[in-house]
């Protein structure tokens, strides 16, 4: 027997790459299973040994961070596999960029995760589902992969984790990478790797805490969103704020109270690129650094949230150093 890791293992979790229309219900459901898209690819079929796993079948919007914990510690555990060169998550894409970022934190190995799905349902004429998935499993199946950590792989294009985001409610072409760009591509069933990840952390944890709030400020943002996810027990927050980190003077005592009870603060930018740094006065970064709020640097509103869940959920007592050790 080989020694060789060649089988690539689909885990299905259902998204519109597995959803069909409903007659009774008039909407579209996540019904088809792993095996079924595997039928489905035909002739686009890669030669790569793979076997299917079904892990859950609902739209990623109702996924929550508990599930996703879930999934990638299996993910993980699949990896262990000694035959196993890779992992394919077939997953809805409207919260696929957390799913990733969170898989990509959790990995402890170095073999390639690639999530996929689509924006066309399984029974349009002209569903997505098929390239795609066709292109992840041969990009789960290339040893170029190997230290890439988790990846989405979408309309022939790999993104890293930490850089994507969807960025079109309809179109087929949904996904893009932040300023760095996209890693890669897959060009006539040729993967084709155009830049490195930086150097990759994990977090060890047996747990997540799902107990934390995301809030996106606006012009005059107040309080009461602060206050209203202090006093429900939150165990962390997040802001998208202005900028480079800039708040409404209205919420630099609420910044300062949930530091002083232990509630850590991290600070994003609302913007879609560029990092966050203090450097105004007033109830800029300046001031809210003062406060005690900690700069999660380039990362997006929602994959500091998956971050200070995890470090929470694994009893991290030293947040704003484990932040920076990620963040940069």
Do not use: W
């Amino acid at each position: 027997m080989s020694d060789i890791a060649t089988r690539v293992v689909v885990v299905s979790t259902g998204g519109t790459i597995a959803s069909l229309p409903d007659s009774n219900a008039d909407a579209l459901l996540s019904t088809a299973s792993g095996d079924d898209l595997l039928a489905a690819l035909g002739t686009l079929r890669p030669e790569v040994p793979v076997s299917t796993e079904a892990f859950c079948n609902i739209g990623s919007f109702a996924m929550d961070l508990q599930i996703s914990f879930r999934l990638a510690r299996r993910i993980d555990a699949i990896l262990a596999g000694p035959d196993v060169a890779g992992v394919v998550v077939t997953h809805g894409t409207d919260t696929m960029e957390e799913a990733v970022f969170l898989a990509d934190l959790v990995q402890s190995g170095d073999k390639p995760v690639i999530f996929t799905g689509a924006q066309r349902h399984a029974a349009e004429p002209d569903a997505d589902g098929p390239r795609n998935l066709a292109d992840a499993i041969l990009v789960a199946a290339s040893p170029a992969m190997r230290g890439t950590g988790a990846v989405i792989v979408f309309e022939g294009e790999i993104h890293a984790a930490r850089d994507v985001t969807k960025v079109h409610a309809s179109r087929v072409g949904t996904f893009a990478s932040s300023e760095h760009g996209k890693l890669g591509e897959i060009d006539a069933g040729q993967v084709i790797l155009q830049r490195c990840t930086a150097l990759r952390r994990s977090v060890r944890t047996e747990a997540i805490e799902d107990r934390v709030d995301l809030i996106r400020l606006a012009m005059g943002s107040d309080e009461r969103f602060m206050r209203c996810a202090l006093a429900s027990g939150a165990r962390g927050i997040v802001l998208e704020a202005f900028g480079r980190g800039n708040v409404t003077p209205a919420l630099l005592a609420p910044i300062r109270d949930a530091v002083r009870d232990g509630v850590p603060v991290l600070m994003t930018s609302r913007c879609p690129q560029g990092r966050v740094t203090p450097l105004y006065g007033g109830s800029g970064g300046k001031g809210v650094a003062a406060a005690g709020a900690i700069f999660a640097g380039d990362l997006s509103g929602i994959k500091a949230r998956v971050l200070l869940a995890l470090l929470l959920g694994a009893g991290e007592t030293n947040i704003a150093d484990a932040v920076r050790d990620i963040a940069g």
